[in-house]
């Protein structure tokens, strides 16, 4: 995509809104894709692992994206038809990764949340981040928290996260030694009232 095109778009993107929904478990390849979109960026422009291969495997991460949408818990975003993110929301975290006193306080989980690089600088991703907490808040009314875990080496993912009004928590370590041990976390419901326009189911 050359320079102007990319603005066009950019400008038309900013304008219009997204429409999310359930994933259904036909989709996993469509799930996939994002995934490899994203580890090939990753691989060409950053200083990370994250998504060099496919972990553990790849079939032992293509069961786990599949368990995922079997479950409910996948949503994918459009640009009208064009699939341009997704987002997982869990209500309860990993028992390795976050302690029994943290679990203690109901949180919504978010994981492999991605946007197509095509849409980068419209602030989606914020915007997406607020609209999960929300959605994972109908299943925990409870919820006070929004926890994500990140890749451990790609620092760069995680000053984004601060950027958006998340703290560190821990580094930590699993049996199966997951990749993705630094967590974060930040109240459901800031202070400051949302400014989510743009994803809405319909």
């Keep these: 995509m050359d320079t102007e095109q990319g603005a066009r778009q950019r400008r038309r993107a900013a304008r219009i809104g997204y429409r999310i929904r359930l994933a259904r478990p ?3 390849d469509d799930v996939l894709g994002l995934i490899d979109h994203a580890a090939d960026w990753l691989r060409k422009k950053k200083h ?3 998504w060099d291969r496919p ?3 790849e079939e032992g991460r293509r069961n786990r994206v599949d368990k995922a949408l079997r479950k409910g818990e996948t949503w994918l975003l459009f640009d009208r038809e064009r699939l341009i993110g997704t987002v997982s929301i869990k ?3 990993h028992k390795e990764l976050w302690t029994a006193q943290e679990r203690a306080t109901e949180a919504v989980y978010l994981h492999r949340l991605i946007v197509h690089r095509d849409y980068t600088g419209l602030g989606l991703g914020a915007e997406l981040i607020e609209w999960a907490g929300r959605k994972g808040a109908e299943r925990r009314p409870a919820a006070e928290l929004i926890r994500i875990d990140v ?9 984004y996260y601060r950027r958006q009004g998340f703290w560190d928590v821990a580094v930590r370590t699993t049996s199966d030694d997951t990749p993705s041990g630094a967590l974060f976390e930040r109240p459901l419901r800031p202070h400051l009232p949302s400014t989510v326009t743009r994803i809405s189911e319909r």
Aim: hydrophobic share 25%.
């Design 48 to 50: 990370t692992t994250q």
């Design 151 to 159: 890749w451990t080496d790609n620092t760069e993912l995680h000053d």
């Design 26 to 28: 036909d989709e996993l």
């Design 91 to 93: 209500v309860s975290g």
């Design 55 to 57: 972990w553990p495997s």
